[in-house]
């Protein structure tokens, strides 16, 4: 077998682009067939979508599952960012492999069990790009939900690229049954602005929004012990509440978030008692109380 377990074929030229909003070819539908029978044994299929990059979005993914895991819950992660993979360094995995047998392909083991896969764990090289196409990112998102061994899990937490392109299209399209998007801002009018088109995006695609995630909110100074609000304050929070979304938490800078990063550790994990931490505890407290103890259909959707 091939060191590479997912084989993406390019395209056949076609006279007219397929539309990927409209229902799949029957070429197919078998593909579709094998994610459903994947995905019914994920109770949650929660996508982090930002308006823009720069926002945190793959920490707030990475930090989210892990607080969802130390919940108790049984979680998996799925980094569609192929430009920019950054979820397996943050949860400490980069560097594994991918390994597929009868059943699949199986994923990595992060944090708390947590289970990865990411285009990272097959790129050869650091500085390797990827030069996909639309087509080809809508086949390898089939393929992360369908030939995956996800098995029984509570929550699967899917790390979306910056915007509203081909890859939020194609989730909102593959995933059976997705609960919702949560979305990703940090406190400006430039970032604010972003994430309305998200928040619009959600209602285009007919998908429910959980939430709004406020990342770098403001810095604790550590000698005063005061607030800074360093790229404004509680501009998200006046957002989520002018467009009827729930404000899910508000997560503070933290000096050591980068420092983790860069290493390569996981910042929830080594600081688990950091305002940051507590947060995305909090954080996750709510995303299963909402989803969990309360019916999706009472949501406010506004």
């Not at 109770?43 to 793959?58: D, H």
């Not at 404004?232 to 729930?246: F, H, I, R, T």
Request: positive net charge; hydrophobic residues 40%; contains cysteine.
């Amino acid at each position: 077998m091939s060191s590479n377990p997912f084989r993406l074929q390019s395209p056949q030229p076609t006279k007219q682009p397929r539309d990927l909003r409209k229902a799949p070819a029957p070429q197919v539908q078998g593909a579709d067939l094998k994610i459903q029978s994947r995905m019914k044994n994920v109770k949650y299929k929660i996508a982090i979508l930002s308006g823009k990059g720069g926002v945190g979005k793959s920490f707030v993914s990475s930090n989210l599952a892990m607080a969802l895991a130390a919940a108790g819950k049984s979680v998996g992660i799925i980094d569609v960012d192929f430009h920019g993979p950054s979820v397996p360094k943050m949860l400490g995995v980069r560097g594994q492999m991918l390994t597929a047998d009868d059943n699949g392909i199986n994923p990595v083991n992060g944090p708390f069990g947590i289970k990865v896969v990411s285009i990272d764990f097959l790129l050869p090289r650091d500085d390797t790009p990827v030069i996909w196409r639309g087509s080809i990112k809508h086949s390898a998102i089939r393929q992360f939900l369908g030939d995956v061994n996800w098995g029984q899990l509570d929550y699967l937490i899917i790390d979306m690229p910056p915007g509203t392109g081909d890859e939020a299209l194609s989730v909102a399209q593959l995933v059976p049954n997705i609960t919702g998007f949560i979305i990703v801002t940090i406190p400006s009018e430039v970032s604010t602005l972003a994430v309305r088109r998200s928040i619009n995006f959600t209602k285009t695609v007919n998908t429910k929004i959980l939430g709004v995630v406020e990342n770098m909110s403001y810095f604790v100074c550590p000698s005063e012990g005061k607030n800074y609000y360093i790229f404004g304050q509680d501009k998200g929070k006046k957002m989520a509440e002018e467009l009827g979304v729930p404000l899910l938490g508000q997560v503070p800078l933290d000096p050591r978030i980068a420092e983790s990063n860069d290493l390569g550790e996981p910042f929830f994990l080594k600081y688990l008692d950091s305002p940051a931490s507590k947060e995305f505890l909090k954080i996750a407290d709510k995303v299963i109380e909402m989803v969990e103890n309360q019916k999706l259909s009472d949501l406010n959707l506004k």
